[in-house]
């Protein structure tokens, strides 16, 4: 079997053997796992800890897109498009199995603006290189409603296509945990840092941490502490420095997923300018239509957002005006929302978030402390390299350069020519499939779909896998994150939720008591998603 399976009971062995490690991670998303990939790809010893699950905020709530960022083109950010071009590139070599090329439409109501887009399209086109997904073109109108049968045809001129990427955002975290590993690393899901660790001129030199599963503590020494906690940066930040100045703003960004049947195109749609200027896309995903984002300040953030009313009033209506068959909130199968952390620099006088700048910031505290903000999926390597960058020099670490651009991702498959039917249930998993077959060849029961609806989808032997190698330790470990059907369809989640909890105690020898509470504390949270009844 290959190396680089997530076992927990295995980590916390290493754990209590190891009295330095070279550099620990606060924080399980996209920036943190970056970072222990490459800090464990370059030989340093590694330590990840995620007080949830891995990719329980903001990372698995995204749009699911692997982007340069038309918007930011716009914008005049050259710089942040170029580097997420180039980015996007990688990804698609390093791990194909989830990474694929999708096209995308921006349809044309206005010749003038048509010719705006055209132009900036070439630029994007352009500053991918030899990384390019394809070229643009521009097509008739026929040429669009054929392609689109719901797009409503009035003013409709053309339309232009473009190739950017789409990906599972949570099957990508999970994977690049299990590459952190098999290169040396090592993560641990619920396990939350309380408080810094501090000696000599008040230098950091390690964290103070609990199981959250045991309730032990832990004493953890590194040489270097990196905050990759994302919305959360500031509570760590104020562990450090209680006189901190907060710098984030959190802005929240709501999704809807709807049938196929309101959107039945395997391409994409991109709506460049809504009413309040804001980008609208609906997204094919998993056989179902993804329409958001919104963009929308909170005052402060939580660990589970919930859409606000406005925000799926705002995308119906969008939807709706460009569309014929039109959904209703009783047409939802699912809503979600996601924080990002906007970084804020002192004194910046802004309206919306769209004038605050997506690009992240390297932060250095006088104790050590390096904390990483903002930024996005597409770049989550770059970030990592820069960040481990700053952290050999602050923690006078053996000079070792990164090796992340060529490193294949953990499932990342080899065999040319393996199927590339990506609602195929397997494909996902890559390299791995052939594993969960010969689960299925151990008990032939574990190959029943767990769902009629999604024969291809969810099995049995996916669950027992998902807890035995991927660090699955919760219901919506297993629905949300690693299966997605939480965020494809709240009311299918809800009632498997008795049979995954079921699984699930089996190979965790946990009692019926536990059985319970697990499905009761589910389905409190599906019932945030599942819109009809919020």
């Known amino acids: 079997m290959m190396k680089g399976f997530l076992n927990r009971d295995k980590f916390l062995r290493i754990l209590e053997n190891i009295n330095i490690w070279d550099i620990v991670i606060v924080g399980g998303g996209a920036t943190g796992l970056g970072i222990a990939l490459d800090s464990a790809s370059r030989g340093f010893k590694t330590l990840l800890l995620e007080q949830n699950d891995f990719s329980k905020g903001t990372s ?5 897109l692997i982007h340069g960022g038309i918007r930011y083109l716009a914008q005049g950010n050259i710089k942040l498009v170029y580097e997420a071009l180039q980015e996007r590139g990688y ?24 010719i705006l887009y055209w132009t900036g399209l070439k630029i994007y086109e352009w500053l991918s290189g030899s990384l390019s997904f394809g070229n643009s073109q521009f097509l008739s109108k026929n040429e669009i409603l054929k392609m689109f049968p719901e797009i409503r045809p009035n003013n409709l001129k053309g339309g232009i296509l473009y190739y950017d990427g789409q990906f599972d955002d949570a099957r990508l975290a999970i994977d690049l945990a299990q590459t952190c590993v098999q290169q040396g690393g090592v993560l641990l899901n619920y396990f939350q840092v309380k408080n810094l660790i501090k000696k000599i001129e008040n230098k950091i030199t390690g964290v103070i941490a609990y199981d959250l599963e045991t309730k032990k503590k832990y004493s953890i020494y590194s040489k270097i502490v990196i905050n990759a906690t994302g919305v959360f940066a500031d509570t760590i930040l104020k562990m450090d420095d209680s006189t901190s100045t907060i710098l984030i703003k959190p802005s ?16 994409a749609i991109v709506i460049p300018k809504t009413s309040d200027g804001r980008i609208l896309f609906s997204v094919p995903w998993y056989d179902h239509v993804l329409v958001g984002t919104t963009d929308t300040f909170l005052e402060k953030s939580v660990l589970e957002p919930k859409p606000l009313e406005k925000e799926i009033d705002f995308i119906l209506k969008t939807f709706n005006q460009y569309f014929l068959y039109n959904p209703n909130k009783k047409d939802i199968l699912s809503a979600f929302s996601g924080l990002r952390p906007l970084f804020v620099p002192p004194n910046l006088s802004y309206s919306s978030t769209k004038d605050i700048s ?4 390297l932060m250095i505290s006088p104790s050590g402390l390096i904390t990483i903000i903002g930024g996005k999926w597409t770049t989550y390597r770059k970030m990592a390299v820069e960040t481990v960058n700053k952290a050999i020099e602050i923690g006078k670490l053996n000079k070792i350069s990164s090796g992340t651009k060529n490193l294949k991702i953990f499932g990342s498959r080899t065999s040319s020519s393996s199927c590339k039917n990506y609602n195929n249930w397997g494909y996902k998993y890559g390299e791995e499939e052939i594993y969960i077959q010969k689960l299925i060849e151990e008990n032939p029961l574990w190959g029943d779909p767990l769902i009629s609806q999604y024969p291809y989808y969810c099995t049995k032997a996916e669950v027992i896998w998902m807890v035995r190698y991927e660090m699955a330790r919760t219901i919506e470990d297993v629905l949300a994150r690693r299966f997605r059907l939480l965020f494809l369809n709240a009311k299918i989640a809800i009632d498997i939720a008795p049979i995954i909890a079921s699984l699930m105690a089996k190979e965790l020898s946990r009692d019926k008591k536990w059985e319970e509470s697990q499905i009761a504390s589910f389905k409190e949270l599906a019932m945030q998603y ?5």
């Open 358 to 361: 997506r690009s992240h910031k």
């Open 91 to 114: 990804l698609l070599q390093n791990a194909p199995h989830l990474v694929k090329k999708k096209r995308f439409i921006i349809p044309i109501f206005n010749w003038k603006m048509g």
């Open 252 to 267: 929240q960004g709501t999704h809807i997923v709807l049938k196929k049947y309101f959107f039945s195109s395997s391409d």
């Open 60 to 64: 698995s709530r995204s749009t699911k």
């Open 530 to 534: 599942y819109y009809p009844l919020v």
